[in-house]
């Protein structure tokens, strides 16, 4: 009997405070029903092998064998390659830090349903399942909150930078507030949300496959080119921040009460300040005003946001009001790979089977 381990976790959307919360303003983030999993089996030979079965289209084997590394992409190397950076990552720290997997033989799969590059935390949703899939497989503590350090950890050692966010909701689901780094988890009701998604794969995949290499690197950039802007504008910035962290204390309020209207007006405002410090770019910035324009409640960047040289990827959310379908429509014709989704949902979930 092969043993094998299942673990599932969720996307994420920012609702509010992104880029301020890097410098300590609140956020407000929460799981979506779009899930990553990873499976982690036993194979004869020793190493890992590693399968992407599906991160939106495209596929990559990988095979982890000690000291050697062979690939074999069947589409688009570059990209694939960025994804599976985080879980060779998640393969070095857990030998470093518990010792396990030297010498063994493992099968590891993934299968994703979250689009790469969007801001909805496909990254750290690599992370935190391959991390637990493999300490539950190697039988080491499955403690949530050491899971998230772990993963949040690793998807440091990779990109340079990240805030706990994106791990958080990975590992808990539902809602958290994060706050001076420290992450907090809230008990909110569910929301009916449009994500629209510009340029990620597949959308436009000339161009995402000629950037993508970039492209896994534009979060680190924008973040920067903020932090720069903030340093020439610091006393307007610290006003722009110091707007932020009231708008999302209110949002969580609305959110709490039920008032839906006051919600969307303070998307709208979230995003305008996004705007003032430069993370917009005009391909969601049509999203957002055509979302607008065609009655939404409230719409909003959501993420890092974007750069038009970048080709302008990134995500926005949207609530809809009544003006759902009319809404998505509009969005597909602007180029938008549409979704809906709901926020709130399960966060980690792991099933031990034997094939
Ligand atoms: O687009 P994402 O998922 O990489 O979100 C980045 C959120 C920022 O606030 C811009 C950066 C961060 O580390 O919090």
């Known amino acids: 009997m092969m043993k094998k381990i299942r673990a599932s976790v969720p996307a994420k959307v920012i609702l509010f405070g992104e880029h301020f919360v890097v410098y300590g303003k609140r956020a407000l983030a929460a799981a979506i029903n779009r899930r990553l999993v990873v499976e982690a089996s036993s194979r004869e030979r020793g190493g890992y092998h590693v399968k992407i079965a599906s991160i939106p289209t495209f596929g990559l084997e990988m095979d982890l064998v000690t000291g050697e590394e062979k690939a074999r992409p069947y589409k688009d190397y570059d990209a694939a390659a960025n994804a599976i950076a985080y879980v060779r990552e998640s393969i070095r720290y857990l030998e470093e830090k518990y010792g396990i997997g030297e010498g063994e033989g493992v099968e590891i799969e993934i299968k994703s349903e979250i689009p790469l590059s969007a801001g909805l935390g496909s990254s750290a949703a690599t992370c935190v399942a391959t991390i637990a899939a493999l300490k539950a497989y190697f039988g080491v503590n499955g403690d949530l909150d050491v899971i998230r350090e772990d993963a949040n950890r690793v998807e440091r050692r990779v990109q340079g930078a990240a805030s706990p966010i994106d791990t958080a909701i990975s590992t808990y689901g539902g809602y958290v507030l994060v706050k001076e780094g420290e992450v907090k988890r809230l008990h909110l009701a569910e929301l009916n949300l449009i994500v629209g998604c510009i340029g990620s794969i597949p959308l436009s995949m000339g161009m995402a496959t000629k950037k993508f290499s970039e492209m896994g690197l534009k979060t ?18 610290d006003a722009i921040f110091d707007v932020s962290d009231a708008i999302t204390a209110q949002a969580v309020t609305a959110i709490e009460e039920s008032e839906f209207v006051k919600l969307g007006a303070l998307m709208n405002i979230n995003h305008g300040l996004l705007d003032a410090i430069g993370v917009v770019p005009r391909r969601l910035s049509e999203l957002v005003k055509l979302s607008q324009e065609l009655g939404a409640l409230g719409a909003k960047v959501t993420g890092a946001g974007g750069l038009d040289e970048m080709g302008g990827v990134g995500s926005v959310v949207v609530l809809p009001g009544e003006s759902g379908e009319r809404l998505k429509g509009a969005m597909e014709i602007a180029g938008a790979l549409v979704m809906d989704v709901e926020t709130g949902g399960e966060g980690l979930k792991i099933e031990v089977g034997f094939d």
């Open 220 to 237: 680190k950039k924008i973040v920067e080119q903020v932090k720069e802007r903030k340093e020439v504008f610091k006393s307007i910035y």
